[in-house]
């Protein structure tokens, strides 16, 4: 039970929602300012932190009892992929995010890059590339119907692939 003066009710894992999908998280927000409040937990709760994706590799999607995890369990992962939107599509959790590239062919190198990351992964996105410069690439676990662990270790390494950056330097073929 995490109080905070601020909102004077429990808000450990508390989501606010404002007119967008952009979820905030306000945990480690409230961490900050309210970290007095925290001297009262046992030290594995005050420090317990979700574990670090960018080290983890994604594991094959076959097992039967997969399932998808809970929207409050995603939150607790946001933090590591920040540049990522979490959304809800008719009750299917996936991770979005979106750049502008600099035209048509830079695009599909975009994709070539994190097709790469992919294959090495075992776990792949949805990749879109529409109006012809807009790339789109949405993460999920299909074998479950929704968010794994796998979804966030790919998103945090497509994050450090720095993308952009990468195609930028490279030159159209
Ligand atoms: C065995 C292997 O893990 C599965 O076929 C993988 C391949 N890549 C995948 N990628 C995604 N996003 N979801 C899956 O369910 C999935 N299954």
């Known amino acids: 039970m995490v ?5 004077n009710k429990d808000i450990s894992g508390t989501v606010f929602v ?7 998280y306000a945990f480690p927000f409230s961490l900050f300012f309210h970290h007095h409040l925290f001297q009262h937990l046992p030290m594995a709760e005050q420090y317990m932190m979700p574990t670090c994706l960018i080290e983890k590799k994604c594991v094959p999607c076959n097992l039967k009892e ?18 990522w939107n979490l959304v809800n599509e008719s009750g299917v959790l996936k991770l979005r995010q979106s750049w502008t590239v600099k035209s048509f062919t830079k695009g599909l190198e975009f994709f070539k ?7 090495n992964e075992g776990h792949h996105p949805d990749l879109h590339l ?4 807009n790339v789109t690439i949405e993460i999920w676990t299909h074998a479950c119907g929704g968010l794994t662990e796998n979804d966030f270790i790919l ?9 952009l950056e990468q195609i930028r330097r490279k030159p159209s073929e």
């Open 66 to 83: 997969l399932r998808p995890m809970d929207e409050d369990v995603a939150h607790t992962l946001m933090p590591q992929v920040e540049k």
């Open 18 to 24: 404002p007119n967008n999908s952009l979820y905030i």
């Open 3 to 7: 109080r905070s003066l601020l909102f």
């Open 130 to 133: 529409v109006n012809w410069n």
């Open 155 to 163: 998103a945090a390494k497509i994050d450090k692939l720095n993308l």
């Open 113 to 119: 890059i994190v097709a790469n990351l992919a294959e």
